[in-house]
């Protein structure tokens, strides 16, 4: 059973930037894709971005592509998501999550390990 424990949201304004990082324990973490998604209110939960176990292939959503940048760090147990150029349209609670096997375009519900989720809220 894995555990992810996300941080790092806050308020930020227009333009500027924000690290996230989900911490990861309770499994062998170089054994799992790992991957951010984010809800807004009254929308569904989207793909922001994902990584492969090894850190060589990353996916990343239409919205964020060039301003987004995923990373992980096995040794420590940790997947990043550092966030600039944030946009009003940014705002969401953001989750963190894990999966066996091929993370690219995996529909969500395949995605078995979530955090609990940190609030991102970017001020125009």
């Known amino acids: 059973q894995v555990q992810l424990v996300e941080s790092g949201g806050r308020l930020v304004q227009a333009g500027g930037s924000l690290s996230l990082s989900c911490a990861a324990s309770?499994?062998?973490?170089?054994?799992?894709?790992m991957g951010w998604f984010r809800q807004a209110p009254g929308k569904e939960r989207e793909a922001v971005a994902t990584?492969?176990?090894?850190?060589?292939?990353?996916f990343y959503g239409d919205s964020v592509k060039g301003r987004f940048t995923i990373s992980r760090v096995n040794a420590k147990n940790t997947v990043y998501l550092q966030m600039n150029s944030l946009k009003p349209e940014d705002t969401a609670v953001y989750y963190c999550?894990?999966?066996?096997?091929?993370?690219?375009?995996?529909?969500?519900?395949?995605?078995?390990?979530w955090g609990q989720g940190t609030q991102v809220t970017v001020s125009s």
């Open positions: 990584i492969t176990l090894s850190g060589l292939t990353t």
């Open positions: 999550a894990a999966k066996k096997g091929n993370p690219v375009l995996a529909p969500i519900p395949s995605w078995a390990y």
């Open positions: 309770g499994g062998t973490f170089s054994t799992y894709a």
